[in-house]
């Protein structure tokens, strides 16, 4: 089977589906590779979430700045590129994550809906599979900072960076695989 441009057997898929699923609370849930289909849910999981469980950590400003900068076309493009997860729920999309070839975790997103059940570990454990890096990296907003530290990440520094006219913190992190 061919999902954007990537060969899967039945067989990885229902491994993939199977392994992540060990790792959750919710059995429910079913793990897969993205497809270009899934933009529109993952963008609005993405809204969500920030909004949501962001809040409090971050200004309505900084937040605005921050979901002002998800591009569709660019995102689907690397989502395809990359190795993507989506966690799909009831028909609807629960969480994704995608990571690059060099062990980075570039996105991670849970629906507030879903969130605290173990969803977002799931897709950090199979996205630190997905690479032959020894480690792994994430630049993790501050709301998200505990929970990669509960992963096992450290904190390689404190950064500030500058979107769409609002500066936002972030941690540079890390973890040994």
């Excluded at 879903?114 to 799931?122: L, Q």
């Amino acid at each position: 089977m061919t999902i954007s441009g990537k060969n899967f057997s039945k067989i990885s898929l229902k491994t993939m589906t199977t392994d992540i699923q060990a790792k959750t609370a919710n059995p429910d849930i079913v793990y897969r590779a993205y497809i270009p289909s899934d933009i529109e849910g993952i963008l609005q999981v993405f809204g969500q979430s920030v909004k949501s469980l962001c809040c409090n950590d971050y200004s309505s400003s900084q937040i605005k700045a921050w979901i002002s900068g998800a591009d569709k076309e660019r995102w689907n493009k690397e989502f395809i590129e990359r190795h993507t997860t989506v966690a799909v729920a009831d028909g609807r999309i629960a969480g994704f994550c995608d990571c690059e070839s060099n062990g980075h975790i570039d996105r991670l997103y849970v629906s507030p809906e879903f969130a605290f059940k173990g969803i977002g570990a799931a897709l950090v454990a199979d996205a630190e599979k997905s690479h032959d890096n020894p480690v792994s990296t994430v630049e993790a907003s501050l709301t998200a900072k505990p929970f990669f530290e509960k992963l096992g990440y450290t904190v390689i520094e404190k950064q500030s960076v500058f979107r769409r006219g609002e500066y936002l913190t972030n941690f540079r992190m890390k973890k040994a695989l």
